[in-house]
């Protein structure tokens, strides 16, 4: 099996997280963050993004206000909210010690791989 | 040469090749339905279809001004399919994939009683517990039926409800009734009666409002001449105008003694914990078989009560106000049975007896419940 398709499931789950930290640092459209997202391994559309847009907001993780844009209708500008930034330092903390976990163990490993 | 509609999103209007148009409501119309339990799904779609404006908006220039269909399916395969939300869809992964949109309402959004009127019969209070707990309305309409002939008890509860439960009007709280098929038909109608297409549909609220009006009184009348068959039915050739007066009297002699009948076998039942003599069986409450007795009466006298309404209707009433007929049938009932009840006391001195000590014996009974209750929570 791809790896790829085996942790698509894990990085769903990492979307959201990602989510925070890009919207974290600026102030962002739905498009900017599709931009920053289609250069990793987290491309994702926006038929994915909408909703989990939409549920984080419900969450109060996130907030929204209306932009002008320079050309076309206003845009949706998403910032982090205070409950938002706790958690993103929360999951880092997480994401941290699970990475420690994972090499700590690895470290148990007499035999190299491969 | 190919055909063009023009579409509203988000404020502009768009014109897209018919293929182009038909993949787009498609689309938005798969979109609604896999958002159908989200509470945000009104505002998604907006997002999406403002998404969708700005990608064509980017397609079309001063000498372009139709968006065609091969445009269209890019588009479309840019923005990907809808997914639900992908924790809801997690919470319930233990669900079977079929069940999966529902249980991610339930975890949601929580559900909450509401009258829905589309396809209401009176009120809707019926539709809405029938929508709340996901199971036919005839069932729950069959049920306050039952009940209302058992001690019109249905008739209550249902007048409350009608008063207190509220209605369920936008369509956030169509989607909180049930996480609904209602909501994703009121969608699929409202697209196809041109909300996405400028071209078709109502012309404004009013026109709808007037066809919302129009489609009431419709139904109004049909209930109406439903109920007409139905009396007229029971009412039969014989107890047609002559006939009546004789069937009435003896109809009204007949509900009463099934209700003293009621009344003796009651009796007996908290006294002796007989049924005229015939013993329940062992360790068989005597609250049970009172809810039977009264089940076994009300199936009895509902065939009676329609009987008599329906001499009441071919009575002369050609157009007869429902109202003053209840109220004329029950008065003559209370009458009727009350004559026989003095009657009774008066000639058989057993009865006078049992009435007598009736409240002790009541007494008693309240006495036994509250031992079984005991015994049996213990």
Not at chain 1, 57 to 76: F, H, I, Q
Not at chain 2, 164 to 189: D, H, L, M, N, Y
């Amino acid at each position: 099996m791809d790896v790829n398709e085996k942790f698509s499931g894990m990085k769903k789950g990492l979307l959201e997280f990602l989510l925070l930290q890009i919207i974290a640092a600026e102030k962002v459209y739905v498009a900017d963050i599709l931009k920053q997202l289609s250069e990793t391994e987290f491309a994702t559309q926006e038929g994915t993004l909408y909703p989990l847009l939409s549920r984080i907001r419900r969450e109060g993780l996130v907030d929204y206000e209306w932009k002008e844009s320079g050309a076309g209708p206003p845009r949706k500008y998403y910032q982090l909210t205070d409950k938002g930034r706790d958690q993103l330092r929360e999951t880092l903390k997480y994401w941290d010690r699970i990475n420690g976990t994972v090499k700590k163990l690895g470290q148990n490993n007499t035999k190299p791989l491969s | 040469m190919n055909k063009v509609i023009t579409i509203n999103l988000d404020g502009t209007a768009y014109q897209l090749e018919e293929g182009g148009y038909d993949l787009l409501h498609t689309y938005l119309e798969t979109a609604a339905a896999r958002l159908q339990n989200n509470p945000d799904r009104d505002e998604i779609l907006s997002d999406i279809e403002r998404a969708i404006a700005e990608k064509f908006r980017a397609l079309l220039g001063n000498n372009k001004t139709v968006v065609v269909t091969k445009e269209v399916t890019a588009v479309i395969s840019e923005m990907g399919p809808i997914e639900g939300d992908p924790a809801q869809a997690s919470e319930s992964a233990s669900a079977p994939p079929g069940g999966e949109e529902r249980t991610a309402a339930a975890g949601g959004a929580p559900r909450r009683l509401y009258k829905i009127h589309e396809g209401a019969m009176v009120s809707g209070v019926c539709n809405g517990i029938a929508v709340y707990f996901n199971i036919d309305p005839t069932w729950v309409r069959l049920g306050f039926v039952l009940l209302t002939m058992l001690w019109g008890a249905g008739a209550l509860a249902y007048i409350v409800m009608a008063i207190v439960v509220p209605s369920a009007r936008s369509p956030e709280e169509k989607a909180a009734a049930s996480g609904s098929p209602f909501t994703a038909q009121e969608f699929i109608r409202r697209a196809k009666q041109g909300y996405y297409d400028a071209t078709k549909g109502f012309p404004d609220a009013q026109a709808r409002r007037e066809w919302q009006r129009q489609f009431k009184r419709d139904m109004r009348a049909n209930a109406y001449h439903w109920q007409r068959h139905w009396y007229g039915f029971w009412a039969g050739g014989a107890a047609g105008h002559p006939g009546a007066g004789f069937t009435l009297p003896f109809l009204s002699l007949l509900q009463g003694a099934a209700t003293i009948l009621l009344l003796c076998v009651l009796i007996s039942l908290l006294s002796t914990h007989t049924i005229l003599g015939l013993a329940l069986p062992p360790r068989f409450p005597v609250w049970a078989a009172a809810l039977m007795v009264f089940f076994a009466y009300g199936i009895l006298s509902a065939p009676l009560k329609l009987a008599r309404r329906s001499c009441y209707w071919s009575f002369g009433h050609p157009n007869p106000a429902g109202g003053i007929v209840f109220l004329l049938d029950a008065l003559i009932w209370i009458a009727v049975t009350g004559t026989l009840i003095w009657l009774a006391i008066h000639f058989f001195p057993d009865l006078r007896e049992a009435v007598h000590t009736l409240p002790s014996v009541a007494h008693q009974a309240a006495d036994d419940i509250r031992d079984w209750w005991k015994s049996s929570s213990r």
